[in-house]
């Protein structure tokens, strides 16, 4: 049986992943790098695995039913939107608005009085030389916040800054929730994490989108991974999200370096 299971997976990788790459060299790679993701997962590479949270049985959620793209999957959002469910943050902080897709899960499943707050570059911002090509992409082609407009959706604040050189003091000790999803560098992934430790409350909670990734996304990873050498950071399984409780990114992140 054994031997079995290993011919198969072997078969993951035969003929047609080459022909596939000459065909289509980008999918291939998705294709690839999704394959050494979820090797690293089965393996135990990588962060340890653990849910943030456990919903109520009977609670539900709400998604857009249109996806725009940007790389958040629906099984994505389904965790971001049971977490915001079920934690009932005061106040979310978004760090890369791109579509607005997370934007409008925040907003169809958080409390009324629940401040969304977005953060993304201006319009017309133009491509960035030390942005990875994939973030430059996505920079060329979005249609900034287009999912909220779309489903009349306006209770949230945007910011139209670069992350590098947002002020977060006057969010300082006010987030419940963060998000981490705008530019995946290392530089901008240190950046986006220390001002977000600033906005966490002690008691809040941060996620990450891209872990795992490989290639021009494996710097993210191993700044993730790193991170988790001075406190609890995890991964949800089969998927890019990492994720870990503030009071511990706040500790490690506030000691001399």
Not at 6 to 26: E, G, H, Q, W, Y
Not at 69 to 85: D, H, N, P, Q, W
Not at 108 to 125: G, Q, R
């Amino acid at each position: 049986m054994r031997l079995f299971e290993i011919v198969d997976a072997l078969s993951c990788f035969n003929v047609k992943t080459l022909n596939l790459a000459l065909r289509n060299p980008r999918s291939a790679r998705h294709y690839i790098s999704h394959c050494a993701k979820t090797y690293d997962e089965l393996a135990g590479k990588g962060l340890p695995s653990r849910s943030p949270v456990t919903p109520e049985p009977t609670a539900t959620i709400t998604l857009p039913a249109y996806h725009s793209g940007g790389g958040m999957s629906f099984a994505e959002m389904v965790i971001l939107a049971r977490v915001v469910k079920t934690r009932k943050p005061k106040t979310i902080f978004e760090m890369g608005t791109y579509n607005g897709l997370t934007t409008a899960v925040f907003m169809l499943n958080c409390e009324p009085d629940t401040s969304v707050i977005t953060l993304d570059l201006p319009p017309k911002t133009e491509a960035g030389s030390d942005n990875i090509s994939s973030d430059n992409e996505l920079i060329s082609s979005r249609n900034l916040a287009s999912v909220p407009h779309a489903l009349g959706l306006s209770r949230y604040k945007q910011l139209l800054c670069d992350s590098m050189s947002f002020d977060p003091s006057p969010y300082a000790n006010s987030v419940d929730f963060g998000l981490v999803d705008a530019a995946h560098d290392r530089i901008h992934a240190q950046n986006d994490t220390e001002k977000m430790a600033r906005m966490i409350k002690d008691d809040g909670i941060v996620f990450w989108h891209d872990y795992g990734g490989k290639g021009i996304l494996r710097p993210l990873a191993s700044y993730l991974e790193k991170l988790s050498d001075n406190f609890p950071l995890y991964r949800i399984p089969e998927t890019s999200l990492a994720w870990a409780p503030a009071q511990g990114l706040k500790a490690a992140l506030a000691k001399p370096r």
